[in-house]
């Protein structure tokens, strides 16, 4: 069972770097990826209403067509889609994410971006008026990413709870803090939180997802110092055995 199950990466292997190489050559490899921008909140860390997550939707909507998604794979959430008819914001229900996201990877079979940004919990994010659990993010993930290549970010305070329910050989996953930490910048006067800030910072100088990560990392924990912010959320970054090589040989299109 062993050597089968390792025979049977090593074909995902094979066939995700040729696949990664295709692209590669044609000059945009995430030209055919869906990608989902979900803000799943609209409220600061002390209930009062705050705009920091559908900053970080709409900002990174845009940074992802200069990395070299298609606009028209984008879809982006927002829990008052209403306030952002210019974005064609779509209302944050895991139902709508969900439906819309099997829809999108039907158009865009060849990858997955998901993106989550929100309040969170031990208990999984906030998305809308209720908490999405991690089993039930990696079933969706299951069901419509299935076996394409795959990256799952969650910008949310224990973050890390969502890294065994949604990792695999072709998956890659960020999260913003430890399943035990809080993260930060979710206030008031934030124009983003610390992790989605350092995301947007990073991402345009960055080579590839394999460099993205390290990144922002290295951002948070510098942001967190200089703001006296502690215990460190120290975000988490898992990426499968099939899906490193490949995504060595995906470059973002705004990379230097």
């Known amino acids: 069972m062993a050597r089968r199950a390792a025979l049977l990466l ?13 692209a590669s050559a044609a000059g945009n490899p995430f030209a ?24 970080a939707r709409h900002d990174l909507a845009k940074a992802l067509v200069d990395a070299g998604f298609s606009p028209g794979n984008i879809r982006q959430f927002s829990v008052h889609p209403e306030r952002y008819a210019k974005d064609g914001a779509l209302k944050s229900d895991p139902e709508v994410v969900a439906q819309k996201l ?17 309040h ?14 991690p089993g039930s993010v990696g079933q969706l993930v299951d069901q419509t990413c299935s076996d394409r290549p795959t990256v799952v ?30 993260s930060f910048g979710c206030g008031q006067s934030d124009h983003y939180t610390y992790f989605d800030a350092c995301l947007l910072q990073a991402l345009p100088h ?22 006296g912010a502690s215990p460190p959320s120290e975000p988490q970054f898992e990426v499968g055995g099939a899906l490193g090589p490949m995504l060595a040989l995906y470059p973002f299109k705004s990379s230097p």
């Open 120 to 133: 969170g919990s031990p208990d999984g994010i906030v998305v809308g008026d209720g908490v999405w659990a």
């Open 10 to 22: 090593s074909l995902v292997w094979i066939a995700a770097l040729g696949l990664a190489s295709n």
């Open 153 to 182: 970010i969650v910008a949310a305070c224990f973050a890390g709870v969502f890294v065994p329910a949604v990792d695999g050989p072709n998956r890659m996953v960020l999260t913003a803090a430890r399943p035990d930490r809080a």
């Open 206 to 227: 960055a080579k590839t997802f394999l460099t993205l990560a390290p990144a922002v990392k290295t951002c948070v924990a510098q942001r967190e110092t200089e703001m």
């Open 32 to 55: 055919a990826w869906a990608a989902i921008v979900v803000a799943g909140d609209w409220r600061a860390h002390d209930g009062e209403p705050s705009e920091v997550f559908d900053n």
């Open 102 to 118: 099997a829809e999108l990877t039907q158009q865009a079979p060849a990858g997955c971006l998901i993106y989550f940004t929100s």
